[in-house]
């Protein structure tokens, strides 16, 4: 297996830029053989990296998660989310507990607030940093968090040991480029982009379709290879389809060009200033 770029963690530890996303897995019984299936495929294609999260099908994603790892633990970097009204200190301890369980693991490599909710920020970090003690995370971070909420954690103490910020980010919701993409690198945060195909939506659009042509190549993985340019930016498509998995692994092989960037740059202009975060 030819090994995928990485991303480095502020920790050193190095995690594969192109991963899988698990939303909407889960959801029916009748495509569950399926998901296991394409997950299974993208770790033998490398991405090896896998986003999960309580949320998704109400936990199910997650025994999907832990049906396509088995036997296999220890070559996945595996990303599980808290919900913002779980996330007082012992709340945030007892959802990482089931999500443990369902995921039939003794730890989560990276586990995140999945966005801003009533219970103090204090509480969940306190929550993270024990956790991180007892070894059931291995590292902690936050998810649709701007500018203002990165700095309020990290005004707390112990909050500079976010490891990363899970954001929306595409080709159409370029925002973080003017405001929250720089403020994380600067601070060795790293961005973990989701919806890089905006679920599907981009796919018809003529300036990606055009560019797609000339490299025999998708839309879908055009808009991927656009969002890993940023060799600090690790990407978690979700594909059901094998089919799809397959383009998403091949899109790290596409390099598009400089007048091929400009044309981008047209159709999706980026932001002049910074944008309050879009989530989905
Ligand atoms: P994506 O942009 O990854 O789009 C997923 C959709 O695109 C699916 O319908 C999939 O189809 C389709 N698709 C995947 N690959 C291709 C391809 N090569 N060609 C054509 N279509 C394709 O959207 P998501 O919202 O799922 O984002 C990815 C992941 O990010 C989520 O699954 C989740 O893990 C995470 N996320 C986190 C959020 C947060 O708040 N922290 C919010 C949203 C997402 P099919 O499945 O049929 O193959």
Redesign the pocket.
Known sequence: MVELPTVTLPSGETVPQLGQ????MGESARVRKEEVAALRLGLDLGMTLI??AEMYADGTAEEIVAEAIEGRRDEVFLVS?VLPEHSSRAGTIKACERSLKRLNTDRIDLYLL??RGHPALAETLDAFLALQDAGLIRYFGV??FDVDDMEELFALEGGEGCATN?V?YNLKRRGIEAGLLPWCRERSVSIMA???????RL?RDPALTSIAARHHA?Q??IALAWVLRHKDVMV??????EA?VR??RAALDIKLTGEEHAELDRAFPPPASPIPLE??
Request: proline residues 6%.
């Open positions: 996303g698990t939303w909407r986003d999960t989310k999945h966005w998810s649709n899970q929306l989701y919806s890089p195909i905006e679920q599907g796919l998708t879908a993985q978690i498509p979700k594909a059901k389809s799809h383009q998403n989530m989905l």
